[in-house]
Nanobody, 129 residues
């Protein structure tokens, strides 16, 4: 069974930093492209970043480019997202997800780099105004 457990969120002032983690199990992590997405209050799910299975290729949404860094440790089956220079508009629940070959009844979100699903409970990031 695929399991993704996000952690590391919190309350941080504007301009601050956080590092999110995602512990993966139930699938071959080092063969899977991974993604982070977020959902702000009252809004839909928005993809944030994608990293290829080997870790050397990654992509970012324009809204976070230059401030967020995605990485992975395939030996530890863990995905990371470093959030720097946080803004109030970054306030959201953050989720990690694995790439899907098809939806097959799994909730999924779309990125320019494929479909992703199986996200966990998420971790809350709050940047107060």
């Amino acid at each position: 069974e695929v399991q993704l457990v996000e952690s590391g969120g919190g309350l941080v002032q504007a301009g601050g930093s956080l590092r999110l983690s995602c512990a993966a199990s139930g699938f071959t992590f080092n063969l899977s492209d991974m993604s982070w997405a977020r959902q702000a209050p009252g809004k839909g799910l928005e993809w944030v970043s994608v990293i290829r299975s080997g870790g050397g290729v990654f992509y970012y949404a324009d809204s976070v480019k230059g401030r967020f860094t995605i990485s992975r440790d395939n030996a530890k089956n863990t995905l990371y997202l470093q959030l720097n220079n946080l803004k109030t508009e970054d306030t959201a629940m953050y989720y990690c997800a694995k790439r899907l070959s098809s939806t097959l009844g799994v909730r999924a979100y779309s990125t320019p780099y494929g479909l992703y699903g199986y996200w966990g409970q998420g971790t809350q990031v709050t940047v107060p105004s």
